[in-house]
């Protein structure tokens, strides 16, 4: 019978073999590592004497070297065929004077004929990196015979055509040198990078049958493209790829600066030709190779439409040009119905979209100017009639820019409506269409992205075309020159019809509408400066068809159309008091009539969303009309007591009461103080006792029936219309009677507070009785500054700062319970 181990024992045996086979496999590793130190050749001599060769087993690790050998290999090699280079050029050039050229010739050609040989014989001995080395000599031996060749036979010959034809003859030998011994890398970039010259150096020296310089260009750029689509070797390829990129470069700005400076259709074929050349050569490059495809697609748009927009600026008006060149980018967009390649398709639209950037700022100073023109006539308001438009904008861009201005932002406006069709249209095939899968069953990840995409871009090119085709409408009085009044009733019309676009269309357009209908808005109620007819009539408009948006609009949309009513209302009822020839502090009170007309509507309104926004703005009119007011003392403060009568009317509603009520309260002590400051008044007391008397009587009443009402608004605004007028009356008071009695009221109140734990009686009695005995004290203190010695204040402000750092921490704490205590009061 057989025993058969338990699973134990059997998992122990086999874990006791894998220990052994470990160990075994540590030992034979660290054999490898010591016979591979071994082999290596030592890098330098070392003066020591040699130690004794190694056991069996390495006694411990080898430094490392700082370079490897086929590092140390390839300079020396690399240094060796440059000296032997400098040595044949010295040769050649200034050594062996006793020998004539011909024979340095004879000789340097036996010594080309030997470096170029000994590569074979070095690669059969498997020596790459040395048959490298006396490679490369021998390229630069040949450059050196062809110059033997010059000075021995040929001196009377044109240098550059010598060397035309010396670097087509170099480039052909050196590829056939190349291709006979491929394992050498330096030869076919060598005769890549020579083949640039032939050509362009041909085109420099002349002659009857030599090409222009760009088309040598070019033609040498059609050869990189070929070499670098179908040559073997990948180097050679890359290289290729550079080179086509330079020379092909280089020949289509030549020809893009010629047909730019082209002035007839005929001087413009030439440089056409040459570029739509260019634009097959790089079309065909981007076709073959989808690595190259980017650039190359991008390269032939650009080519196309530079050539035949060329050939449309010759023949049409000035000024006209860069229409030409949109409507040929416009076209290059057919090629999104074609069968071309993504990558190619992507690269062509790219150029498209790049011309038409382009075309976009030329005409972005004609839009500036049909804006901010009108901003010149604030200076001068209500003068003279503008005879036209460019006379009332003061144009300050070259009118040349102008006429194809409106055609240009037409035709930007109606692709990105082609666009936004465009995409809509994807995105609703690509969500009836069934879910792209992967090999798991899960959908991929492209089919997200794309549809996020076109979710982003559709709304952007639908706002972008609505942007467009508003430019293009507001730029057109400008252009045309229309008399004054059409101008202002156009941009009015256009105004209000995009205001109330907003109100009627979805997001994001709306909010595009809107906006631009609002900066319209603003643009043409500047225009409308120069005549009182023009004022009137679009101030009145527009306040009216934005209520009328507000009313139609919803959201933000709506806030902003109410917020602009308000401020159109605003000028509107300025512009009725500058008719009616009321002076600065007169028209304040006409301009009152807005927040007025707000805090009624806002009433009306209770808690929608646009009475806040709406009252906001109105309060704006309110502080306008308080600076117009200021240059007319009685004025100004009748103008503040009835800013504070809308603020107390305000103050009515639950919602408004806490802000409007201190509101309220300010501006009466305010609208008192300035009308006894007007009327010179010496003893105020008599007219702002009679006030807070009542003042405080109403608010203990307020505090009875509702103790949660904040000290502040039972007892403030009474104190502050007594105690302020008189401090500042104290102040310039030379008896001691008024300043004695405020500061017993002063100490009455703050003691009043501290009992009642009220914290405005405390605060404003405290705050008064503090300046009223620093204005009693003032005089002695000046005495006394006057007679202490110089340094000593100084010195006590150091003390002082050197105790109050000592106890920062305890004068932070006193000063949080002295906080504290006053936020626990009411």
Known sequence: MKNVPTPAEELAVLDRELRRLDARRAQLLARRSWLLAALQPPVAVSAQPPSPPPGPWPAGPRPPAEASPPSVQNVLLALGGILLAVAAIAFTLVSWGHMGIGGRSAVLGAVTLAALGTPAVLLRRGLVSTAESVGVLGLVLMVLDAYAVHRVALAGTDGLAYAAGVSAVLAGLWSAYGLALPRLRAPLPTALVTAQLP???????????APSTQWALLLTA???????????????????????????????????????????PGEAAGPAVLMLTASAVALCAAWRSPAAAPGASVVAGLAAVAAVGGMIRTAVPQGWAVAGYLLCATALLAVVRTSLPDRVRQGLVRSSGAVQAAAAVTALP???????????????????????????????????????????L??????????ARRLRADDTASRAAPDHTAPG???TATDGRGGALRALLCPAAACGSLVLWWAALLVLPLVLDMPYGVAVGWQLVLAVALCVLGATRTAPVAHTALACGLTGSVSVALLSLATRPATFVVLGVLPAALVAAAFRARGPAQQAAACAATVFATGLAGACAAAAGLPAHRAALVLLLVPAAAALAGARLGRHPVALPVEATAAGAGALAVLLATGHLATLALVLALCGVIAAGT??????????????????????WVRLFASEVASPEAYTLPVTVPALVIGALRRRRDPQTSSWTSYGPGLAATFVPSLFAAWGDEHWLRPLLLGVAALAVTLAGARLRLQALLVLGGAVLALDALHELTPYVVQVVDALPRWLPPAVAGLLLLAVGATYEQRLRDARRLREGLGRMR
């Open 199 to 209: 050509l362009p150096l041909w085109a420099l020296a002349g002659g009857p049958a």
């Open 222 to 264: 059609v050869a990189d493209v070929a070499v670098a689509l179908w040559g073997r070797q990948s180097v050679v390829r890359g290289f290729a790829w550079v080179t086509a990129s330079v020379t092909g470069g280089v020949a289509v700005l030549t020809g893009l600066w010629l047909s730019v400076a082209a002035g007839s």
């Open 366 to 408: 004609a839009v500036l100017v049909s804006l901010a023109g009108p901003v010149t006539r604030v200076t001068d308001i209500w003068s003279t009639a503008p005879a036209g438009t460019r006379e009332a904008l003061s144009p300050a861009v070259p009118l040349a820019v102008l006429p194809a201005a409106p055609l240009v």
């Open 410 to 419: 037409a035709v930007l406006a109606a692709t990105a409506a082609l666009v």
């Open 441 to 443: 069953g899960r959908p």
């Open 651 to 672: 103050a009515v509603r639950a919602e408004r009461r806490p802000a409007a009520g201190y509101v309220a309260a300010v501006l009466f002590v305010l609208a008192t």
